[in-house]
């Protein structure tokens, strides 16, 4: 009985002694282990990777300091506009962009280390049309400055002036649009008015009206060789008989004609809206004045040629100067060129025609419209 009891006191005592050891081995590692010592490691929440690195993640922190935003003037990147600037350009000289230079620049032609470029240059003192010198100044206030004029950057011939028409510019890298010499809108009827001392006001061959040097001295009635420059202020070259001659320039809707015309004179309408003034008795148009097609060149016989005149396209002696070359006559110029209001003659084109094949440099030529279809090359 007494070992019985021993027995059962030993197993008791083995028992709570075993009890004991494993409540002390659960409570020492409670502290290391098990699962909510792990869920301590929440801990690293604070400074869990994903979440400390959005403070200073590189998409967000470095947003201030990116270079695509503020430096995008140095780095070649032009923002975005429909008309590209010309291929090489340092900036977009196109008015209806922005030309990616700082304030008080200009995009314009420079001239560097003996070269022509595109760049952004402090802007000028010369106004549109004013006289400038690209390397050695006065430079332009915009545009740029080509033979001597600031002239304006185009897209089209709608952004120049008077009349005046957009083409390619030459000596330029990249051939950017620019429009042609300056054309004022003055009065030929009332010529000192509105021009520069030393300047009056012509109607053109083509319509328009400009400024330009009284070179010339023909007076009423004496003759002339189909050019701008040969009559007096006041008056144009237009056929009469069996030549031409200097006819007086009235407007019969500015009322003037009756006070412009010599007594006795005849008239007939020309470009533009004008009326020629002719002496009495000569007819409006000679009998052999034949009309004819600028494009198709369709006058009879090689001796003959096709050009524009003061009251439409007709058939005249052709001249022998092709198409570059200076001229004073409208068909001084070879058949299938005429001379345009600047001394030069130009080649008719097809305004149809977008390969602009009659034009020597084609596709990089413009064709600049002057009625029915034709036009002349400006390139």
């Known amino acids: ?56 993640d590189g998409t967000d922190g470095t947003d201030a300091t990116d270079g695509t935003d503020g430096t995008d003037g140095t780095t070649g990147e032009l923002p975005e506009c429909q008309f590209q600037p010309p291929l090489g350009a340092k900036c977009n000289p196109y008015t209806q962009c922005d030309s990616g230079c700082a304030n008080g620049e200009i995009c314009t032609a420079t001239v560097q280390n003996g070269g022509t470029r595109l760049a952004c240059t402090p802007a000028g003192d010369v106004p549109l049309a004013g006289t400038c010198d690209a390397e050695n100044g006065p430079f332009c206030q915009e545009g740029t400055c080509i033979d001597g004029e600031c002239r304006s950057f185009c897209v089209d011939n709608i952004d120049c002036k008077n009349g005046g028409s957009c083409g390619q510019a030459k000596g330029i890298p990249g051939k950017p649009t620019v429009c042609g010499a300056s054309q004022v809108a003055c009065d030929p009827t009332a010529p000192s008015e509105g021009c520069p001392a030393d300047e009056a006001c012509f109607l053109n061959n083509d319509a328009t009206t400009d400024c330009k040097v009284a070179a010339g001295a023909g007076k009423f009635g004496e003759p002339c060789s189909n050019t ?21 320039l009235c407007s019969e809707a500015a009322g003037n004609c009756s006070t412009i015309c010599p007594e006795g004179s005849s008239t007939k309408p020309v470009s533009g809206g004008y009326t020629a003034c002719l002496p009495g008795g000569e007819p409006p148009d000679p009998p052999d004045l034949v009309p004819c097609d600028l494009l198709a060149q369709d006058c009879a016989g090689e001796a003959q040629g096709c050009y524009p005149t003061q009251e439409g396209t007709f058939c005249l002696v052709a001249g022998t100067t092709s198409a570059g070359g200076n001229c004073a006559g409208t068909n001084d110029c070879q058949p299938g060129a005429f001379c345009f209001s600047n001394g030069k003659c130009v080649t008719v084109c097809d305004k149809s025609d977008a390969t602009n094949a009659l034009c020597e440099t084609g596709v990089n030529a413009q064709c600049v419209e002057i009625g029915g279809g034709a036009g002349y090359c400006d390139e």
């Open 228 to 248: 701008v420059a040969d009559c007096e202020p006041g008056h144009i070259c237009t056929p009469s008989g069996d030549g031409s001659v200097c006819a007086a």
């Open 1 to 56: 009985m007494r070992r019985q009891a021993l027995g059962y006191f030993e197993r008791s005592l083995s028992a709570a002694l075993v009890s004991l050891i494993l409540a002390g081995c659960g409570a020492s590692g409670g502290g290391s282990s098990g699962d909510d010592g792990v869920d301590g490691t929440d801990g690293t929440d604070a400074t869990d990777a994903v979440d400390a690195v959005d403070s200073t």
